[in-house]
């Protein structure tokens, strides 16, 4: 079933809710050997069916097939993008062995049936954040991982098509035995326990063999009648077995759709647009009532987001909790320019409080109150960037000179 707005945004609290607030962070070797076991699962089950022509096709089969060469072009693609160094500074849940972003969007994808809606996604994500705060690595790595969780999810479902897809293959098997010969009773009794089916047949099992039998010319009533017997509710739940049969078909045939649309989705995807809107630290910085960090490009943006994560790791403290600092400290300043007129524009700016020296222990003064923030030993070096600039120069001509 797939929710609407408001019963993924209850899905997104119950999620965050249950996510173990303790966030460690782990290799990405684990996440590969995932990923890479169910691409490679898909890519031995379409080898198959291309080797293998069989009456037993399922119409998810066929789109897998009509776009096994666009879901190679993904894998190969994500490979590319992937960075192990990002990855591997992902926070994962320690009750998890897969980093808490994937684990969201796989929870999404199984939410909306593998059908990914951009309006739906940012509703869930916010949701989420509602409770627990995404770093700002983990937003970038989404679109990533999006695909990743879409391609698994793939991968499971075909499982199950595959197991279909295998009792098909047996019942064509054990129907072959009877070429040339008339189907009896005693007949296929004596080919299902040679096969080693047992009684009561599975509904899966039924429902492939009246299929088949139904398409020979020998398939009697006697024997049609015997299978009936067999059915554990009765000759009337036959009708309603194939039935549900056909049902469960279209369903894995909407199913594989809406994955493959959603990871052609994806790479329409504006993520720059996306990110404005789901970042928690970007929305703090767009509340800068100077409007400095509104104005900026993107590359400039990107090296204060860039230092909003060096300082959260160094200080060992929430990176919106330093962008909120930073932002407090501007408006700050703003309200004792009583005569409306700035006099000096960069402590107006969060810039100023994230990447020059005088700024910086500002922000580490204010940010006392929370915690007990590390001691930033570049701090003083960039004070005296050109003299530790030539006194590390001197230093290493003394090295060289005592070598030789």
């Known amino acids: 079933m797939i929710l609407n707005k408001e019963q993924l ?145 793939l991968s499971k479902i075909m499982k199950t098509i595959k197991e279909r897809h295998d009792t098909c293959k047996t019942v064509e098997k054990l129907l072959a035995k009877f070429d040339g010969d008339k189907i009896t009773p005693e007949g296929m009794k004596q080919a299902l326990e040679d096969s080693g089916q047992e009684m009561p047949l599975s509904g899966s099992m039924i429902v492939h063999l009246i299929k088949h039998l139904r398409e020979r010319a020998d398939y009697t009533t006697t024997v049609s009648e015997w299978l009936m017997c067999k059915l554990e509710n009765g000759p009337d739940s036959l009708d309603q077995i194939l039935s549900y049969e056909y049902q469960v078909q279209a369903y894995y045939q909407l199913t594989t759709g809406n994955i493959i649309g959603s990871l052609r989705k994806i790479s329409r995807w504006d993520w720059q647009e996306v990110f404005s809107q789901i970042s928690i630290v970007e929305q703090t910085f767009c509340k800068e009532n100077f409007e400095f960090y509104s104005h900026l490009d993107y590359s400039s943006c990107n090296i204060i987001r860039t230092r909003v994560e060096i300082l959260a790791r160094r200080m060992n403290l929430p990176e919106n909790l330093i962008a909120s600092k930073a932002v407090e400290l501007t408006d700050h300043y703003l309200m004792e320019k009583t005569d409306d007129r700035v006099e000096d524009s960069r402590l107006a700016s969060v810039a100023y409080y994230l990447l020059e020296p005088e700024g910086m222990k500002t922000l580490r003064q204010a940010l006392k109150i929370c915690g007990k923030p590390r001691i930033m030993p570049e701090t003083g070096l960039l004070k005296r960037i050109t003299g530790t600039y030539f006194n590390t120069l001197a230093i290493f001509f003394l090295v060289t000179i005592c070598c030789f």
């Open 9 to 153: 945004s209850e899905e997104a609290h119950k999620s965050a809710l249950s996510h173990d607030p303790f966030i460690c962070r782990k290799s990405s070797n684990y996440f590969w050997r995932f990923f890479e076991s169910d691409y490679d699962y898909l890519r031995s089950f379409v080898n198959e069916l291309r080797e293998k022509c069989s009456s037993c096709s399922q119409p998810s089969e066929e789109w897998l097939l009509d776009n096994a060469e666009f879901l190679e072009e993904q894998a190969v693609d994500i490979k590319n993008e992937s960075s192990k160094k990002l990855l591997n500074k992902l926070p994962h849940l320690s009750n998890e062995n897969q980093s808490r972003v994937f684990t969201i969007c796989q929870n999404y994808i199984n939410h909306t049936d593998g059908n990914l809606n951009i309006d739906s996604f940012i509703t869930y994500v916010r949701s989420y954040q509602d409770v627990s705060v995404l770093k700002i690595a983990e937003i970038w790595a989404i679109p990533l991982l999006m695909r990743c969780a879409l391609i698994c999810h």
